[in-house]
């Protein structure tokens, strides 16, 4: 077994408590999937409002959502390692969340569309300084347990987003709700500029002068394990995003009547049925697998590095055949109740495959680099994995109808967790020997 080579890069100090940061950045990230997951459980009352196909359903789930996403995150990471990382969060969570509230103004496609795009940009500034904040705020062997906390944020936004969306959606209607879904950012991003401070960069007062955006780019590009982490983590995004953007329109297809049933008992609508069962299912899951997944790093991956990238590859392969159950068992209770182990799965990635990328990228480079990771991860899985899942569903609507055509379109694209798996893997074999050249011992 190969030996860890533990991160050299002390922690900086700064005022202020180091939990309360993790607590406010994780509740921002949180935030983050809310605000873009929501609109994942109001697409069937989108789409009858402002008569949308599939395709464009997915265009507002993903595409627009990282048409300057993934575009405007480089040059704000880039700037978030040069400057108070504090401000540029801060700023991101009250822009985000303004466009948030204003997507309920939409009257059509086009309007919609924009506004997301809106929704993107904000969202483009709070990840990776977040992320980069983190790591210099705590200890190496305690960064990927903290980063896989921060991760938290993501099951658990997105499950209060498919929850309250779906609950509001039948009390005040989808326009309103999405203006109810951006007020909680408007505090946090105060809270966030008014409670914290950036302790500074990692080692800013060495004399090492930053490199330029080209010569870190070219750096990045020359690491292939940094490159087949970062599409690994994307094509399973694409699995997430791609059958998350349509999990709402596939139960009110192919399981109506049972939903409809269960709502009886339990006093909901079909879509806050929905909304509850994604929505701690998946909370469950995936905040489980973050804590798993990141104490797993820390753990496995001081012994031996290679468990930064293997960590990441099962869960990209065992999430992919819970996500093949999920979408064909003919149950709709039992398929929401599997999405807790997809999504316990496909969250084992965030601590150690985080924390990889980092290490990979240096100390002067991090926000940068997992910036480029988020080009990767919208461009890729955000992107393209609602899009396409929703031109498959279009496609074989015709023949299968509009239920069985989304659930073989969903099938189809679950081909990309495989893929990711295989890249993890082939991550593997190289990490060890590309960290100990990054960090020089």
């Known amino acids: 077994m190969e030996a860890a080579v533990p991160a050299s890069a002390p922690p900086r100090t700064g005022s202020g408590s180091a939990g309360w940061m993790l607590a406010l950045l994780t509740t921002g990230f949180g935030l983050n999937l809310l605000d873009r997951q929501i609109v994942n459980i109001l697409a069937e009352p989108i789409k009858r409002d402002l008569h949308l196909a599939d395709w464009q359903l997915g ?10 996403y993934s575009v405007a995150a ?12 504090v401000r540029v969060i801060g700023a991101a969570i009250l822009v985000w969340s303004v466009f948030t509230a204003a997507t309920g103004l939409a009257a ?54 498919l929850i309250g969306g779906g609950m509001l959606e039948g009390l005040i209607g989808w326009r309103w709700t999405m203006a109810c879904a951006g007020i909680p950012g408007v505090v946090i991003g105060a809270l966030v500029l008014l409670t914290l401070r950036d302790p500074g960069h990692a080692t800013p007062s060495d004399g090492h002068v930053p490199p330029s955006l080209k010569a870190t780019l070219a750096m990045l590009a020359a ?20 059958t998350m953007a349509f999990a709402g329109s596939y ?33 469950a899951g995936g905040a489980l697998g973050a804590l798993v997944g990141g104490r797993m790093g820390d753990r496995a991956g001081t012994r031996d590095l290679r468990a930064l990238a293997m960590i990441p590859a099962s869960g990209s392969i065992l999430g992919t055949i819970a996500y093949v159950a999920m979408f064909t068992v003919p149950s709709a209770a039992a398929s929401l109740a599997i999405f807790a182990i997809a999504a316990f799965f496909t969250s084992l990635w965030y601590g150690p495959g985080t924390l990889a990328m980092q290490r990979l990228a240096g100390a002067h480079a991090k926000a940068t680099a997992l910036a480029v990771a988020l080009f990767l991860n919208s461009a890729v899985g955000l992107s393209l994995g609602p899009l396409l899942m929703g031109a498959a569903s279009d496609a074989l609507a015709p023949s299968l109808g509009t239920g069985e055509g989304l659930r073989a379109g969903i099938l189809i694209g679950l081909i990309a967790g495989l893929v990711s798996a295989l890249l993890f ?14 960090e020089g011992v």
């Not at 265009?59 to 300057?68: H, I, K, T, V």
């Not at 690491?223 to 791609?242: H, V």
């Not at 009110?252 to 609508?269: K, V, W």
Request: a positive charge; one cysteine or more; charged letters at 15%.
């Open 59 to 68: 265009a507002l789930s993903g595409l627009s959502f990282a048409l300057l």
């Open 74 to 85: 480089l040059p704000i990471a880039r700037f978030a390692d040069r400057s108070n990382r």
């Open 108 to 161: 059509n496609f086009i309007q919609m569309l924009l506004l997301r795009v809106g929704v993107g940009v904000g969202e483009a500034g709070g990840a990776p300084p977040s992320q980069s904040l983190i790591a210099d705020r705590f200890p190496p062997h305690k960064r990927s347990g903290a980063l896989a906390v921060f991760a938290i944020g993501a099951p658990v936004g997105a499950a209060v987003g």
């Open 223 to 242: 690491r292939r394990t940094f490159l087949l982490i970062a599409l690994g983590s994307a094509l399973m995004s694409f699995c997430n995003y791609g």
């Open 251 to 283: 139960y009110l297809r192919n399981h109506a009547a049972e939903l409809a049933q269960i709502g009886a008992a339990i006093g909901q609508r079909p879509l806050g049925v929905i909304g509850l069962g994604l929505g701690l299912f998946g909370a």
């Open 425 to 438: 893997w082939l991550a593997s074999r190289r990490i060890v020997r590309e960290i100990t050249h990054v």
